[in-house]
Structures are given as C-alpha cells and as structure tokens.
C-alpha cells in the first residue's frame, strides 16, 4: 500500500471482510437465500398493508441472531423494522 | 478421566494437521499419555508432519477392520515415549469407516489415555462425521479469512446440532501488523462473528514451515507460534493463561530493527 492510499483509501479491507462475512452468514445461518427474504419482504407488506400504510421505502427486514431463552444459545430471529404512515383503524370497524 | 478432542475447521489448509501434532506434543510433554489420530483417510498427513511416516506398518483402517489390534497400529513418537500416533490410511476412502466404528475405537482408547486427539479432515461429509462421532470437545482451527470464518461457523452450527458443546476457537496465521494497519480481521472481529470462546491465537510464523519441512513439532520452542501451542495445552488442562501480546513490526521496522541491534 502506497503512500497516497493510505490518504485515499476510504476504508480497510479488514472491515469490508467483515462486513461482507456478517452479510453471507444471515444467510448461511437461517439456510435462506437473498430470494427467499425478498418473498418473506413482499409477503409482509402485503399483509401490513391491510391494515395500515407502511413506508415500504424505509422498510428494513433481516435474520439476524438472538439469545434463546431456553438451554441452546443462539437463535435465528426474524428482525423487521417497519415505518408506519398511517394506521387505518376506521377498516377495522365491523 | 480422559478427554476426546477433535481438531476441525471445515476449510481446508488452515492448520488443522499442525495444531493436531503440535497439541499432541505439548501435552506430552507436560507428561501427558496421548495418542493423536488421523482421520483423513485417503489423504494422511499428521504422520509426515510429526515425522514418522517411515515407521507406519498398519493403519485406522485395518483396525476397524480386524487385521490388527489397536496395540499393533499405534506409532510411538521418535520424541516422547509417552505420545502415540494412529495413522490413517492413505489407499481408501471416507466410507471404510462408520462414525459408530469411530466412537467404539475412541471409547476403547479411552482407559489408557489422558488424551485422545482427532485430526478431522477438510469438509463436512462423511469424514468429518466420523471424527466428531467420539468427541467430548471440539477446537475449531481458522485464520481470519472470509472464507475460513464461513466454513467454521458452518461447523460450529453442525457440532452444535450433534449435541457437542464444549467448543473453542484458535486463530491462526494472524499477522498483527496487518491487523493493525486495517487489512486483517483481527480476533475480536472473529470472536464478534463466530461467537465461541477463544482459546488460542498462533501468529503467522515461518517456523512453523520449516518445522513441517523437518518434521519436528515446534511447540514450546522459542518461536511465537511454539509458545502460542504451548499456551494452548495449558488452558487444554485447565490453566488461566494470558494471551500473550504478539510482534506487531512489520517488515520495515524488522529491518530497521535489525540495524539497531548491530550498533
């Protein structure tokens, strides 16, 4: 690495490894391609959107990992995020 | 009391074999009975890095098989009378042996041995299997690679699924003047990731390739990687261990060093 690369560079590789590495194992680790959670994403705002207006921009769905309460340590876990706009109750309503 | 170790890492030539042969000497060197042994079948190699490949006469195969008693396949170690070392075979394949096989062979070692060590070969079929078939414990070899991490946290998830959990990390081939310029993982990064407990670290070392060039494990030598082993038996036994602060010079200042030591 050069003299001026080390002005330049916006990053080291040691965090994008990283980054990458966290990236590939949500996937790894819940056996769920990228595929599959655009389906689970879509489905879900599918169904939210009966009942209120999500800000589907600002979504953010992933798999992360979790402590279990049981003896077995760690866990998958569904983990969304979702902005909601407007809640339309008034639907509800009988 | 004995233990079953099975040394493992689902990548291939991270240091699976060398750690094998150099855990295997420390312990006997604290006065340990250990044997070491090879389940690579079809691709041995513990036997040429502990340099004894010339003394081979019947292997793990041929036990399970009958040819010959347990007693017979065993190597003693040119070093440490009190080190054995069960080769596998080079001329057959994975399926010659059944993880029940494996784990009566294991048992059956277990009376007379403080240690039972298991070289695992590469991958996550039907050799891997059969080495973790036995195991009490298991110690995950990896370098801070993207690769390497994603196949042991592959392996730690299928350990855990077999219902094995006493399993430690080792780092290896960590260069602490990468990490330290940003172009390493460094191993709270792969703590951060993989999420098991640490129990060594080995810093890349060129040691350790002219030990493996002469046969010779170099744990406890005055190398870093040879004090690195050394650390790692004694929290093997149960030790409180410090982990030591590792040369973060990179070349340049090697060198510079160098000519200082000459004034």
Same mark, same amino acid.
């Given at each position: 690495?050069?003299?001026? %690369?080390? +002005? +330049?560079?916006?990053? #080291? #590789? ?18 769920? #391609? ?8 879509? %489905?879900?705002?599918?169904?939210? #959107? &009966? ?36 809640? &339309?109750?008034?639907?509800? &309503?009988? | 009391?004995?233990?079953?170790? @099975?040394?493992?890492?689902?990548? !291939? ?12 000497? !420390? ?36 036990? @399970?098989? !009958? ?13 440490? =009378?009190?080190?054995?070392?069960? =080769?596998? *075979? ?8 059944? /993880? ?20 695992? =070969? ?8 059969? *080495? ?5 414990? *298991?110690?995950?070899?990896?370098? /801070? ?33 990468? @990490?330290?310029? !940003? ?11 993989? *999420? ?6 080995? /810093? ?12 010779? =494990? ?46």
């Amino acid at each position: 690495m050069g003299f001026m %690369d080390a +002005f +330049f560079r916006r990053r #080291s #590789s040691g965090s994008t490894a990283k980054d990458r590495l966290k990236f590939v194992l949500v996937s790894d680790r819940a056996n769920c #391609s990228p595929e599959t959670m655009e389906m689970i994403k879509n %489905d879900i705002i599918a169904v939210i #959107s &009966k009942y209120m207006e999500i800000d589907t921009q600002g979504l953010d769905i992933q798999i992360t990992q979790t402590q279990s309460e049981g003896a077995n340590g760690n866990v998958p876990a569904l983990y969304a995020n979702i902005p909601i706009k407007e809640v &339309k109750f008034h639907q509800n &309503k009988n | 009391m004995s233990e079953v170790i @099975v040394i493992t890492s689902g990548k !291939g030539g991270v240091g699976k074999t060398t750690t094998t042969a150099n855990l295997g000497t !420390g312990l006997a060197m604290h006065g340990k009975n250990v044997v070491m042994i090879d389940t690579d079948i079809g691709l041995r190699n513990l036997d040429v890095v502990m340099g004894l490949e010339n003394r081979i006469v019947y292997n793990l195969v041929d036990v @399970v098989e !009958g040819n010959c008693r347990i007693k017979q396949a065993m190597i003693k170690d040119k070093r440490h =009378p009190n080190l054995f070392l069960l =080769p596998s *075979a080079q001329t057959r394949d994975k399926t010659s042996v059944s /993880p029940e096989q494996m784990k009566k062979l294991v048992d059956e070692l277990r009376d007379e041995f403080d240690y039972i060590i298991l070289d695992c =070969p590469a991958g996550i079929e039907q050799g891997f299997k059969n *080495a973790i078939a036995g195991a009490d414990r *298991a110690i995950i070899v990896t370098t /801070p690679e993207v690769s390497a991490i994603r196949d042991a946290d592959r392996i730690i998830g299928l350990l855990q699924a077999n219902e094995l959990k006493k399993i430690e990390l080792v780092v290896n081939r960590i260069r602490m003047d990468m @990490v330290k310029r !940003g172009d390493m993982m460094s191993v709270d990064d792969v703590l951060d990731i993989l *999420a098991i407990d640490l129990i060594g670290v080995v /810093p890349d070392d060129e040691s350790i390739v002219v030990a493996t060039n002469e046969g010779e =494990p170099l744990v406890g030598s005055d190398s870093e990687a040879g004090r690195a082993y050394e650390n790692i038996c004694r929290r093997l036994m149960g030790e409180q261990v410090d982990f030591m602060e590792f040369n973060t010079d990179g070349i340049f200042k090697k060198i510079i060093k160098l000519f200082k030591r000459g004034y």
